[in-house]
């Protein structure tokens, strides 16, 4: 995912929105961490969503 985003933004700028994060397994909050800490770098803006509900304790580590 990293790379492909990467190569995207070789292209121009890119849009990334992530919604239901709730559901996100630790994984994939730790792509989305990582997307988020190349925003100054690349051409990218990331909008991430989650309900409060249910509640993950990982979700407050991102």
Do not use: F, I
């Not at 100054?40 to 580590?61: F, G, H």
């Amino acid at each position: 995912m990293l790379a492909l985003v990467d190569e995207l933004c070789a292209q121009g700028p890119l849009a990334l929105l992530l919604g239901d994060l709730q559901w996100a397994d630790p994984a994939s909050l730790l792509v989305s961490h990582r997307l988020v800490r190349t925003v100054q770098q690349l051409p990218l803006w990331v909008v991430r969503a989650y309900r409060p509900v249910p509640q993950k304790p990982y979700l407050n580590r991102t």
